[in-house]
Structures are given as structure tokens and as C-alpha cells.
């Protein structure tokens, strides 16, 4: 977990002024040591997922993959992450949210006190598309089921829809992130709350939203603290 100097210095880093909160997450409190995904995890639940993943052929992007990109992070995790698809350094690692945007997103978690080992982080696909296209229809179709058993395996407390396309797919919504961010959401009949932000690829070309990102941030933080009362 990062120190408060961390902290105000990643802030920095987004372009927040920088505040000191009084209160700490319980989350804090917790043994992250346990619950992190790794590639030899001994849970049948979640190996039997990572098999279906990594022999997955529903769709035509199986033909164009180095390697499945599963996820990563705390098993029993509050904050569930949820981005659009791996570009070519995650088909090449096996790790989503790597690279530029990975490091700009890690920047936004540690502004609330939250690192890799303390969310889940996952796509809504498991492969890359080819040249980093948009996901088609029958692409998310096809992997809805892997990304359903990941959340039903978690049960966070909360997701993070990153992006446009992420927002879109969890929410069967054509609006805009800038209409559905503001506000929780209800993903389906599950009733988890939901926020969406931007995508850090965005905020690397647009960095004046960085702000909207860290107000969001700070609604999924109020959501989560919500419901540990």
C-alpha cells in the first residue's frame, strides 16, 4: 500500500490538488498477501475458469492471440476493474492494463489508497482484437460468459467500467461515458453498483479530464465505504 506521501505525489501526478483524509479504508486494515491471482493458483473455482479462458475458441480472435489475457489481483477484492480489451503488450505479457495507460491507471488507484494487489483487474475480452480495433458484437458476446464467472468468483463491492466500450457492454447502454459517469449504475440483477470513468489511453490524449476521473474515483471510494457500514 502506498504512504500518504506516496499518495499526495501520485495525485501530483494527476494533476488533483492534493487533500489528506482523515479516515482509512478498512480495506487497508485487511491481509492483502492472500487472494492474488497467479499463474499457479491452487483454487479449483478460479483454474477451472482460467482453463475455459485460455482454450477458448467462441469467436475468431483465438486465431490472433499470442496468449489469453485472464486477469489479475485479489481474488476477494472490493474493487473490481473492468477495461475494454488487451492491446499488444498485454497479448504479449498476459496482463491487462500494462504499459503507458497500466502505469497511468496504477497512478489513479494509488490516489485512493489502492494498488494491483488490493482490486481485480480484468477486460471485457480475454483476447486482442487485431490492430487494436473496437470489440465487435459477437466478440463480447462470446466472452460475456468468462467475464461473468470471474465476477460471480469475486463478488466485489464495486466495478469499475474503464472506457467507453467497457461501459457500453456492461451497462447495454449507447450513451456516451460522459452521460453515465456522475452516478452509480446497477450492473443487471446483481445489483452491484457501478461506475464508470475514461480510460486512461484517453486521459493520456486528453489529460485536462484527469480531473472528472478523480471525482469518479472518489464516488466508487464513497460506494465501497458505503457498504462496509
Given at each position: 500500500?502506498?504512504?500518504?506521501?506516496?499518495?499526495?505525489?501520485?495525485?501530483?501526478?494527476?494533476?488533483?490538488?492534493?487533500?489528506?483524509?482523515?479516515?482509512?479504508?478498512?480495506?487497508?486494515?485487511?491481509?492483502?498477501?492472500?487472494?492474488?491471482?497467479?499463474?499457479?493458483?491452487?483454487?479449483?473455482?478460479?483454474?477451472?475458469?482460467?482453463?475455459?479462458?485460455?482454450?477458448?475458441?467462441?469467436?475468431?480472435?483465438?486465431?490472433?492471440?499470442?496468449?489469453?489475457?485472464?486477469?489479475?489481483?485479489?481474488?476477494?477484492?472490493?474493487?473490481?476493474?473492468?477495461?475494454?480489451?488487451?492491446?499488444?503488450?498485454?497479448?504479449?505479457?498476459?496482463?491487462?492494463?500494462?504499459?503507458?495507460?497500466?502505469?497511468?491507471?496504477?497512478?489513479?488507484?494509488?490516489?485512493?489508497?489502492?494498488?494491483?494487489?488490493?482490486?481485480?483487474?480484468?477486460?471485457?475480452?480475454?483476447?486482442?482484437?487485431p490492430n487494436?480495433?473496437?470489440?465487435?458484437?459477437?466478440?463480447?458476446?462470446?466472452?460475456?460468459?468468462?467475464?461473468?464467472?470471474?465476477?460471480?468468483?469475486?463478488?466485489?463491492?464495486?466495478?469499475?467500467?474503464?472506457?467507453?466500450?467497457?461501459?457500453?457492454?456492461?451497462?447495454?447502454?449507447?450513451?456516451?461515458?460522459?452521460?453515465?459517469?456522475?452516478?452509480?449504475?446497477?450492473?443487471?440483477?446483481?445489483?452491484?453498483?457501478?461506475?464508470?470513468?475514461?480510460?486512461?489511453?484517453?486521459?493520456?490524449?486528453?489529460?485536462?479530464?484527469?480531473?472528472?476521473?478523480?471525482?469518479d474515483l472518489?464516488?466508487?471510494?464513497?460506494?465501497?465505504?458505503?457498504?462496509?457500514?
Open positions: 500500500m502506498p504512504t500518504e506521501q506516496q499518495r499526495l505525489e501520485y495525485l501530483q501526478a494527476l494533476g488533483i490538488d492534493a487533500w489528506i483524509s482523515r479516515r482509512k479504508s478498512r480495506k487497508s486494515e485487511l491481509d492483502l498477501s492472500e487472494g492474488v491471482v497467479t499463474a499457479g493458483s491452487s483454487m479449483p473455482d478460479w483454474e477451472l475458469l482460467r482453463s475455459a479462458v485460455a482454450s477458448c475458441t467462441g469467436c475468431l480472435l483465438h486465431e490472433y492471440r499470442t496468449q489469453t489475457v485472464f486477469g489479475v489481483g485479489n481474488l476477494n477484492a472490493d474493487w473490481m476493474i473492468i477495461g475494454e480489451a488487451p492491446g499488444a503488450e498485454e497479448d504479449r505479457r498476459g496482463e491487462p492494463f500494462v504499459g503507458r495507460a497500466g502505469k497511468l491507471l496504477d497512478e489513479m488507484l494509488r490516489a485512493v489508497g489502492l494498488d494491483r494487489s488490493t482490486v481485480f483487474i480484468t477486460n471485457i475480452l480475454k483476447c486482442r482484437p487494436n480495433r473496437d470489440p465487435a458484437r459477437d466478440e463480447t458476446v462470446a466472452c460475456c460468459s468468462h467475464l461473468e464467472g470471474q465476477i460471480e468468483l469475486v463478488k466485489p463491492r464495486l466495478i469499475l467500467a474503464v472506457g467507453r466500450i467497457a461501459a457500453q457492454a456492461l451497462l447495454h447502454s449507447n450513451s456516451p461515458v460522459g452521460r453515465l459517469r456522475g452516478r452509480p449504475h446497477f450492473l443487471n440483477d446483481r445489483q452491484i453498483p457501478l461506475v464508470v470513468t475514461y480510460h486512461p489511453a484517453y486521459l493520456l490524449r486528453s489529460p485536462s479530464q484527469k480531473r472528472k476521473v478523480w471525482e472518489c464516488l466508487a471510494k464513497k460506494v465501497v465505504q458505503e457498504s462496509l457500514t
